[in-house]
């Protein structure tokens, strides 16, 4: 199972990006899926989560009405859109399947990970 983020980089404060997550060796349509990140000398954090048929999704405070989360089963690929972002937004961003259908914020539940992609966002 591989899953493969992408588009990270540099943004202004203020500004949006997204980034996405290629699945592979997975039914990927079978699995609930989510977005984490880790900033500098911080603990892993819930970002985002998705039903396994997109119809559920799932924020924390800190980025509801900012981010949006989506997938295309079609393309066994999960997108996190990030508008609005601020300096600590700052993170690696990564990507989790779980086999729990519901959108699910726990990480124990997460059976496969990214490798990550930074995001950040300048002052």
């Known amino acids: 199972v591989q899953l493969q983020a992408c588009g990270g980089g540099l943004v202004q404060a203020g500004g949006s990006l997204s980034v996405s997550c290629a699945a592979s060796?997975?039914?990927?349509?079978?699995?609930?899926m989510g977005w984490f990140r880790q900033p500098p000398g911080k603990e892993r954090e819930f970002v985002a989560a998705i039903s396994r048929g997109g119809g559920s999704t799932y924020y924390p405070d800190s980025v509801k009405g900012r981010f949006t989360i989506s997938r295309d089963n079609t393309k066994n690929t999960l997108y996190l859109q990030m508008t609005s972002l601020k300096p600590e937004d700052t993170a690696v961003y990564y990507c989790?399947?779980?086999?729990?259908?519901?959108?699910?914020?726990?990480?124990?539940?997460?059976?496969?990970w990214g490798q990550g992609t930074q995001v950040t966002v300048s002052s």
């Open positions: 989790a399947a779980t086999p729990i259908r519901e959108a699910i914020s726990a990480p124990k539940y997460f059976r496969y």
């Open positions: 060796g997975l039914r990927f349509s079978a699995y609930g």
